[in-house]
């Protein structure tokens, strides 16, 4: 009986995870066949790969050989699934997904008309949530994956850039900084701020890029901290404060003379958009596709920080 790509999978989840019943519930599966593939798999190379004890699981000389070509193994799936997910087109299925709220929000409805008439066979579940909650919603496995606006740093998760924006400088028409083109930073904190709430990846893109210029968030003379770009929208319009959006957010607005976005003068509020999802997880070729898809469309990437 042959081994097979499953049970590497299994074994190297189990190895991750410490344990069996860690690895049967990020896998969706029941301990017990859990137990029973790892079996399958010594059975097969006729030697222990993991020492099973009350407290936890150790790797033996055999296991810790082949935890390398497990993971390699899973590499290449993956490898494999982007590569091929180009000529599915005929792919069937339901595509669910979570969306931070400017990606859910302002970037991706202008890329699923695009994405449904190459896949017209694919049904799309958005959940239009913020980072936080993404983050929950997968480690509870109610979402395979989601797209958020700032990296997040999990043990369990695997991050990967898909696109890419920039914040920019959002005022009011009429606002005394709107009659310029760009400003100086020190100008900007004079002024109220309406910002997202904590958590969102506005607000950490945001904080990051003011923390690397030595700029402490507690200069910035916040009003507001609003849980919605659409809400910090509407109190810019209303003339509450200005605030830093992704132009894609604001285009409504800005050609109907409502807002002003304005450059700071040596500030770059950029951000890549990132793919997350459980390590332990092989995503579905529709959800590759789709990331595949989205990669594709977006433009050429900005230079990293270390660049």
Do not use: C, W
């Amino acid at each position: 009986m042959a081994f097979n790509f499953h049970q590497l999978h299994i074994f190297y989840t189990v190895a991750e995870k410490g344990s069996f019943s860690a690895a049967a519930q990020a896998l969706h599966m029941t301990q017990p066949a859990v137990t029973m593939q790892i079996q399958g798999l010594e059975d097969y190379f006729g030697t222990k790969l993991l020492h099973r004890s009350t407290k936890k699981i150790e790797l033996s000389e055999a296991g810790r050989a082949l935890l390398p070509f497990a993971r390699k193994s899973i590499d290449l799936v993956k490898e494999t699934e982007v590569t091929m997910s180009k000529f599915t087109h005929m792919l069937q299925g339901r595509l669910q997904l979570g969306a931070s709220l400017t990606i859910g929000e302002y970037v991706l409805p202008r890329l699923l008309g695009p994405f449904g008439q190459q896949y017209p066979k694919i049904t799309i579940s958005m959940k239009v949530i913020n980072t936080a909650q993404i983050l929950e919603e997968i480690r509870s496995h109610q979402l395979n994956f989601g797209l958020i606006e700032a990296p997040v740093e999990h043990p369990d998760m695997q991050i990967d850039a898909v696109m890419h924006d920039e914040l920019k400088l959002i005022v009011p028409a009429g606002h005394p900084l709107a009659e310029f083109e760009q400003v100086e930073m020190e100008e900007v904190l004079q002024y109220p701020f309406i910002l997202r709430e904590q958590g969102s990846g506005t607000r950490q893109v945001m904080e990051e890029e003011l923390r690397l210029r030595n700029i402490e968030m507690k200069s910035v003379r916040a009003v507001m901290e609003l849980g919605s770009t659409g809400a910090v929208k509407s109190a810019v319009e209303a003339g509450l404060g200005i605030a830093v959006l992704s132009p894609s957010s604001v285009k409504h607005e800005v050609a109907l003379g409502l807002v002003k976005i304005i450059d700071i003068r040596g500030i770059e509020f950029k951000r890549r958009f990132y793919s997350i999802y459980l390590k332990s997880t092989i995503l579905p070729i529709t959800a590759v596709t789709f990331l595949t898809f989205l990669r594709e469309q977006a433009p050429a990437p900005i230079p990293s920080r270390e660049d």
